[in-house]
């Protein structure tokens, strides 16, 4: 299946809100409340930040929130910090025993 | 903590084969999935293989089903990758990562800091 889509690049000021989107189908994120948001510094592994769309693992904190709308999943950074600069992926469940992970969103803190 | 480490990755010509390891000491690995992610530059992220507790569920990308192979050790909390006829598609970092909920949630948890597989003449 193809991957989901999101946008290139993302940035916001120190203490500013960042959004980025997450554009599937009815077939992943359309079908499914399994939609998870990975964070990933440059040289290191992903880090889950969300799963099940708005849920947070132990030790994330709320600044990350996530939501999802029709066949488009969101996660929104508030309060944007230095260290928030990274990449992310979005990842939603696509039936048939597999997920599917979105392109990636360069967030950059000006 | 929750510490997973792979080894085995290195440069192979097309065609060879590699075997790659993942340990998780104190993960209680042997109930959870268990997946290999790689991340390459040119398609991004990409679940490869996972394995169930007990083997009965194996699954394959595609792109790779008939050349990798995943098992597990869970008595030794071990999980393997072996990579055959290797392409140069197959270059990437190769994580392995832990299910976050005991079963099989389709979450990826927990990861490993990557082994490099590279694909070259």
């Known amino acids: 299946q193809s991957a989901l889509t999101q946008p290139p690049s993302a940035s916001g000021s120190p203490g500013q809100s960042v959004t980025i989107s997450c554009t599937g189908t009815?077939?992943?994120?359309?079908?499914?409340?399994?939609v998870s948001w990975y964070q990933q510094h440059p040289g290191k592994a992903p880090k889950l930040i969300i799963y099940?769309?708005?849920e947070r693992p132990s030790g994330i904190p709320d600044r990350f929130s996530g939501s999802k709308s029709g066949n488009t999943a969101s996660l929104t950074v508030s309060g944007l910090q230095a260290e928030d600069e990274a990449d992310y992926y979005c990842?939603?469940?696509?039936?048939?025993?597999?997920?599917?992970f979105g392109t990636g969103t360069k967030v950059t803190v000006l | 903590q929750v510490q997973l480490v792979e080894s085995g990755g290195g440069v192979v010509q097309p065609g060879g084969s590699l075997t790659l390891s993942c340990v998780g000491p104190?993960?209680?690995?042997?109930?959870?999935?268990m997946y290999w992610v790689r991340q390459s530059p040119g398609k991004g992220l990409e679940c490869v293989a996972y394995?169930?507790?007990?083997?009965?569920?194996?699954y394959y990308a595609d792109p790779v089903k008939g050349r990798f192979t995943i098992s597990r050790d869970n008595s030794k909390g071990i999980l393997f990758l072996q990579m055959m006829s290797l392409r140069a598609e197959d270059t990437a970092v190769y994580y392995c990562?832990?299910?976050?909920?005991?079963?099989?949630?389709?979450?990826?948890?927990?990861w490993g800091q990557g082994t490099v597989v590279t694909a070259s003449s």
């Open positions: 104190g993960l209680a690995f042997s109930s959870y999935t």
């Open positions: 990842n939603s469940y696509a039936g048939n025993n597999n997920t599917v």
């Open positions: 990562a832990r299910d976050l909920k005991v079963g099989y949630s389709h979450i990826y948890g927990y």
């Open positions: 394995m169930s507790v007990n083997g009965n569920k194996k």
């Open positions: 099940d769309v708005t």
């Open positions: 009815s077939a992943d994120i359309g079908g499914y409340t399994f």
